[in-house]
Nanobody, 124 residues
Framework: QVQLVESGGGLVQAGGSLRLACAAS????????MAWFRQAPGKEREFVAVISRSGYSTYYTDSVKGRFTISRNNVKNTVYLQMNSLKPEDTAVYYC?????????????????WGQGTQVTVSS
């Protein structure tokens, strides 16, 4: 069983930055593919970014490429999402998710473990 706890959300003006963190329990964090998803009000949850077990491979949804960076620290059992040049349309609850198979997919159904989410609000 893995528990994921997100932090770092908040209110920021457009053009600003935030860094989200997701701390994982357990000793097998380095075996998991880790991803960030988000859900805006009235919309379905969508994929944002994913990182491989080693951290060498990353993928992003088109709308955040060049602005967001996903990274991980396998010693601290933590995955991060650095968000720069934030836009009002980035406003959402952000969730981290873990895939025990270690694969890196963009579909929600690949992920077994989810955090509770952290709110990000970008004002115009």
């Amino acid at each position: 069983q893995v528990q994921l706890v997100e932090s770092g959300g908040g209110l920021v003006q457009a053009g600003g930055s935030l860094r989200l963190a997701c701390a994982a329990s357990g000793r097998t964090f380095s075996n998991y593919g880790m991803a960030w998803f988000r859900q805006a009000p009235g919309k379905e949850r969508e994929f944002v970014a994913v990182i491989s077990r080693s951290g060498y491979s990353t993928y992003y949804t088109d709308s955040v490429k060049g602005r967001f960076t996903i990274s991980r620290n396998n010693v601290k059992n933590t995955v991060y999402l650095q968000m720069n040049s934030l836009k009002p349309e980035d406003t959402a609850v952000y969730y981290c998710a873990a895939d025990p198979s270690g694969a890196i997919y963009s579909r929600e159904t690949s992920y077994t473990y989810w955090g509770q989410g952290t709110q990000v609000t970008v004002s115009s």
